[in-house]
């Protein structure tokens, strides 16, 4: 199966998706399953992993309903209370429903860029591995050090980093980002998703050239068996659309083995997210 492993739903709102902002209007809409499962199918892409986009319970809940109707969302990384003492509780409702595969905090929007070292964050992340949950992990690249500390705290916790991490691309900018990764890999509980690159990068005027350096570096740090392909639709529409960035991503990988091209493509998020073979109802174009 080929998997997209990062992607988002949304009935837009002003007010509860405030992080849009005015230079973003092509994606200041509804964006549901049957748009995504279109393009999905020109793409040749078989499932996706659902991430939230909202910091409530009801967006979890919101993604769990989607998934529930829609075969292809094969899994949903949702958002939970982590600070709150009632969070246990919590867990084993919302883990009733099997398509729940991880959790996600938008740490890349706290004040404070010690946040995710805080006694209270990891006494809830601490509770993630009991119900069988993997954890996205959503900074900037300058919280690289602080996430190297927070993998160390949690060495069976299953983690992947999204977007790469968010470098400096726009900037052309490397370091201390490159070494950083490359720290961070020695964590075998660590993986990564080669997503949301190009709106780190100029939208406009972006090129593979551009996006080289960074994806070398992922695949070198992290390898072949533990890099997961990802969209990140609709966000990436303010780029370039979905069966392009799919076919960047595979140019990039052209030169690898087939098993290795599979495992990025699909097998490696199969595994990191336990997705069952066969999950999606429908046959490609």
């Given at each position: 199966?080929?998997?997209?492993?990062?992607?988002?739903?949304?009935?837009?709102?002003?007010?509860?998706?405030?992080?849009?902002?005015d230079?973003?209007?092509?994606?200041k809409?509804?964006?549901?399953?049957?748009?995504?499962?279109?393009?999905?199918?020109?793409?040749?892409?078989d499932?996706?992993i659902?991430?939230?986009?909202?910091?409530?319970?009801?967006?979890?809940?919101?993604?769990?309903?989607?998934?529930?109707?829609?075969?292809?969302?094969?899994?949903?990384?949702?958002?939970?209370?982590?600070?709150?003492?009632?969070?246990?509780?919590?867990?084993e409702?919302?883990?009733?429903?099997p398509?729940?595969?991880g959790?996600?905090?938008?740490?890349?929007?706290?004040?404070?860029?010690?946040?995710?070292?805080?006694?209270?964050?990891?006494?809830?992340?601490?509770?993630?591995?009991?119900?069988?949950?993997?954890y996205?992990?959503?900074i900037?690249?300058?919280?690289?050090?602080?996430?190297?500390?927070f993998?160390?705290?949690?060495?069976?916790?299953?983690?992947?980093?999204?977007h790469?991490?968010?470098?400096?691309?726009?900037?052309?900018?490397?370091?201390?980002?490159?070494?950083?990764?490359?720290?961070?890999?020695?964590?075998?509980?660590?993986?990564?998703?080669?997503?949301?690159?190009?709106?780190?990068?100029?939208?406009?005027?972006?090129?593979?050239?551009?996006?080289?350096?960074?994806?070398?570096?992922?695949l070198?740090?992290?390898?072949?068996?533990?890099?997961?392909?990802?969209?990140?639709?609709?966000?990436?529409?303010?780029?370039?659309?979905?069966?392009?960035?799919?076919?960047?991503a595979?140019?990039?990988?052209?030169?690898?083995?087939?098993?290795?091209k599979?495992?990025?493509?699909?097998?490696?998020?199969?595994?990191?997210?336990?997705?069952?073979?066969?999950?999606?109802?429908?046959?490609?174009?």
């Amino acid at each position: 199966m080929r998997i997209d492993s990062h992607q988002h739903f949304w009935k837009y709102s002003p007010v509860e998706y405030a992080w849009i902002g005015d230079d973003a209007s092509a994606i200041k809409r509804d964006f549901m399953p049957q748009e995504l499962k279109t393009e999905m199918k020109r793409a040749g892409i078989d499932a996706s992993i659902s991430i939230q986009a909202r910091q409530t319970l009801e967006e979890t809940e919101f993604l769990l309903s989607l998934a529930a109707e829609n075969a292809c969302v094969a899994g949903v990384v949702g958002w939970a209370p982590l600070l709150s003492d009632k969070l246990p509780q919590i867990l084993e409702t919302l883990c009733r429903n099997p398509k729940l595969k991880g959790l996600r905090h938008v740490l890349q929007d706290e004040p404070d860029d010690k946040f995710i070292l805080s006694k209270e964050f990891n006494l809830g992340i601490s509770l993630l591995k009991e119900f069988d949950l993997s954890y996205d992990i959503l900074i900037y690249e300058r919280h690289l050090p602080q996430v190297i500390k927070f993998a160390d705290m949690h060495p069976e916790q299953r983690f992947v980093l999204d977007h790469v991490a968010k470098p400096r691309i726009r900037d052309g900018v490397l370091e201390p980002w490159r070494k950083n990764m490359f720290e961070l890999a020695k964590r075998a509980n660590v993986h990564c998703k080669i997503s949301g690159m190009l709106t780190e990068a100029d939208p406009k005027s972006w090129t593979l050239e551009t996006l080289l350096p960074y994806l070398k570096t992922a695949l070198e740090a992290f390898g072949p068996e533990r890099l997961l392909f990802g969209s990140d639709w609709p966000v990436c529409l303010l780029a370039c659309e979905y069966e392009r960035w799919v076919a960047v991503a595979e140019n990039f990988i052209s030169q690898l083995s087939q098993p290795e091209k599979d495992a990025i493509m699909g097998k490696n998020a199969m595994k990191f997210y336990k997705v069952n073979d066969g999950v999606a109802n429908y046959e490609r174009p």
